[in-house]
């Protein structure tokens, strides 16, 4: 972008700043606004955000939704026939293919992020976006998987937080004893999504990725062999069977489990909030009492990669190169800042604040979230059923979120061979004795470069 271009836009949002603050707006137009929140509560929460956008710039939104599954391809149609709407909400996996593609503005994403204060978003949601000179798209909101832990146990034994390889099979040693307490719950399941979500984030725990900037790579074997061996021991300290998300909860939920791993989906039906999926813990399905033993890591490590990692889902707001750019810009600030506790509001168990604060005020919008209800059958926010703490370790995954194949340029690749399910298959077969470590890493190096 050209310094007269930049000084232009920077005139522009002035005027529309302005005029968030009352003054008549200078626009009198209407943008296209495509969301894959669909679901009837939390577009109407939207479509009241684009009337108060209105009433503040002149400029009417057209809230589109769109199905997540539908998105890419109507994406791909729209930017050929020149007639992309003018903002996309959008999932991690599109964001730098449709920069690179021309479907995304990101010198106006980068204005927008620059405007509102780099250092005011989480550094991994940035980081995930990024592109040479900037940023492909604007982080609005994400979650981290969590592995999610009996608190109250680990204080009474003097464990340390499961963040780590170690403190996780030092917490196994101690805990385990069925069938009362399982040390884990596991994920086993081989053509679920859910073991391929673990697993990717034990992975990435200790550094090890199938993908680098050229392609698909070898798996280190010492890494991997790592990963195997911690593996097999949290799937030795769980249940026998095929277990997914739906036998980790419920073992938690009963009191059976001492370490789960979850998404942050889990938090209002700790605090018996849900009637459809209640602690079972004591009589008392509307109990609180699991949520005030339940403690969260959302980054934790392996022996070859003492940081450690976070597995992240983020979402972002892409400005695309059809846009009324101005207005659209304006839309997205606005989104951001004035309405940006709004934003949140659509689905807050689910939506973590990717931006904190203001160059001002560094945590309103964490503070301004953790007070949001949450539940279904029943609300209270997060900050009256959780200590700041827990709430702190829940945003600062955000910190560090990563994702096979982001870093790289390689998402699309690092997603086929998720979806390939074959590190899901050789890890069960040795986990259940088919062959050594040694050899199942040289099954899926083999496995990998078969695919492609």
Same mark, same amino acid.
């Given at each position: 972008?050209?310094?007269? $271009? ?32 669909? =679901? %009837? ?5 939207? $479509?009241?955000?684009? &009337? ?40 991690? $996996? ?30 991994? #949601? ?51 004893? %069925? ?116 403690? @969260? ?32 810009? #304006? ?62 370790? @829940? ?5 560090? #979120? =990563? ?6 340029? $390689? ?34 190096? &083999? ?6």
């Amino acid at each position: 972008m050209n310094n007269q $271009q930049t000084g232009k836009r920077r005139w522009l949002a002035g005027i529309v700043i302005t005029a968030m603050f009352g003054a008549s707006s200078v626009y009198a137009d209407s943008i296209r606004f495509w969301t894959t929140e669909e =679901q %009837p509560e939390r577009l109407e929460r939207q $479509q009241e955000m684009a &009337k108060d956008f209105e009433k503040l710039t002149g400029t009417k939104v057209e809230v589109i939704p769109v199905t997540e599954s539908d998105l890419g391809t109507r994406a791909t149609a729209a930017f050929s026939a020149g007639d992309l709407p003018d903002v996309i909400y959008h999932t991690l $996996q599109y964001t730098l293919p449709w920069s690179e593609a021309g479907i995304l503005d990101a010198d106006a994403a980068t204005e927008v992020i620059e405007e509102l204060g780099v250092d005011t978003f989480a550094p991994g #949601a940035l980081e995930m976006a990024t592109v040479e000179d900037g940023y492909a798209a604007v982080p609005v909101d994400g979650w981290t998987q969590m592995l999610v832990y009996r608190k109250d146990l680990f204080d009474a034994n003097k464990l340390a937080a499961p963040d780590s390889y170690e403190n996780v099979l030092k917490a196994i040693e101690k805990l385990h004893n %069925p069938p009362n307490m399982f040390g884990f719950v596991a994920a086993t399941k081989v053509d679920e999504n859910f073991m391929s979500q673990v697993l990717e984030h034990v992975f990435l725990a200790n550094g090890v990725t199938p993908v680098n900037k050229d392609g698909i790579q070898q798996l280190d074997k010492k890494k991997t062999i790592e990963v195997l061996d911690f593996y097999k021991v949290i799937a030795d300290a769980s249940p026998d069977g095929e277990l997914y998300w739906k036998q980790s909860r419920e073992l938690y939920f009963g009191g059976k489990a001492a370490m789960i791993i979850w998404s942050p989906f889990i938090l209002d039906e700790l605090a018996g909030l849900r009637d459809s999926a209640p602690p079972t813990i004591n009589d008392d399905p509307t109990s609180r009492e699991l949520a005030s033993k339940t403690g @969260i890591v959302t980054r934790f490590s392996g022996p070859s990669n003492p940081e450690g990692a976070a597995w992240g889902d983020v979402r972002y707001f892409g400005i695309t190169t059809d846009a009324d750019i101005d207005n659209a810009m #304006a839309f997205v600030r606005y989104s951001m800042s004035d309405g940006y506790t709004n934003t949140l509001s659509i689905a807050p168990e689910g939506k973590f604040p990717v931006r904190r604060g203001t160059e001002d005020n560094a945590t309103l919008y964490t503070e301004a979230w953790s007070k949001l209800p949450v539940g279904v059958d029943r609300k209270a926010p997060l900050s009256e059923l959780y200590e700041a703490e827990m709430i702190d370790e @829940i945003v600062g995954g955000l910190n560090n #979120a =990563q994702r096979w194949g982001v870093a790289e340029g $390689q998402l699309a690749l690092a997603s086929k061979v998720i979806n390939s399910q074959v590190i899901n298959r050789l890890v069960r077969e040795y986990i259940d004795g088919t062959r050594d470590a040694s050899a199942t890493v040289d099954a899926m190096n &083999k496995a990998l470069a078969e695919l492609y």
